[in-house]
């Protein structure tokens, strides 16, 4: 955990809500309604048009999900923070907002499944084109870009192959050329590395994941640190005069003023409610899976019958050196993969499982093993499967909070 984030929890636990509950709960209570009451006319014009910060309805804003954004925001030090009811929505919201016709995204081909369905084939009916770069080469990444690349995007560590961008030379590449770079941190989350200060503008998370605190439900955040000037953006520079903000409030005027309210994909209030407690513990949870991930992975890279073990913080992976001068000291995530002999080695080894739970999803308190190959992937062409450096001998495994020692002995037995 790097210095700046300590005190982490602290400002998730003391952040107050924007007003008083007339009770004086404890805990922002669950405001599950849709609309609200105005004393007067007036009131209600000032309200909606944006000049006071009532609220008027439930699908732009609502207090409780208001406070689980503005707690994320203070620890972060963030511009902006938009909750939505999905990893997925988050994504598609931050796409729409800064994409268009004609534009393109540089990203790479080793993108979560529904990130890359969602590019290729929704966007792209609608004209927003990929062009596909090795995010590992920040070299590649300049290369790919052009006059009309609206955005660099990527995953700081792509699930399930594990490979970590470096965050440091690809903002320098994006900088230079005015593209600005918007990462899915899902797999690290704030609580441990802020990726706003390593030149990330626009931060995407399913908070599906460890922020949940169980999977208790879906959910996504849009983190604008507000870095990036739009004024050369045709779409967001004509937005920023539009509603006269500074060009570096480009971004999360469009987003909050129009894309989030036309799409309608806010976060519910119950989910808010569930995710503030889960932010509560969230810097506790992560410190002891990520931990006990890296145990795991040491212990498996001399467990018979497993062939090779990729975790980025073990020291052989190619990334352990950017892993520990990019993450600090807490290890990177508590998702790793092995691989067995075979497709049938690894169905047999899912079968016999006891402690740890077949299923998708990350970050769960319970451990999670998958076959990414037949299950996550399993609609994609082989050949799309190859490019995206998929391998039918990978077992997939989010790390919960059961031991290492635990794990370790399911694990043994379920190879046979
Ligand atoms: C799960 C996940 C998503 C999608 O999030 P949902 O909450 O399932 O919509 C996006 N990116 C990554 C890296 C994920 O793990």
New binding site residues.
Partial sequence: MSDDLSGFTARILQTPAARRDPHGALSTPVYQNAAYEFATADAMELAFTGRTSDHAYSRITNPTVEHFEQRIRRALGAHSVTALN???AA?SNLLMTVGRAGANVIASPHL?G??YSLLVSTLGDFGLSVRWADTADPAAVEAAIDADTCLVFL?IVT?PQLEVADLSALSAVCRANHVPLAA?T??IPFSAFRAGDFGVDLEVV?S??YISGGATG???LIIDYGTFDWSRSPKLGRAASAYGVAPTEAFTAKLRREIHRNLGAYMTPQVAYQQSLGLETLEVRYARMAQTTLELARALETTPGIESVNYPGLPSSRFHALCCRQFGPTPPGAMLTFDLASRRACYAFLDRLKLIRRATN?FDNKSLAIHPWSTIFGTFPEEVRRRMDLSPCTIRLSVGLESAAELLADIRQALG
């Fill in positions: 999905s990893g997925m994504i979560f529904n990130t995953e699930n899915d899902t797999v399913s599906t994941k879906l959910g996504g990350l």
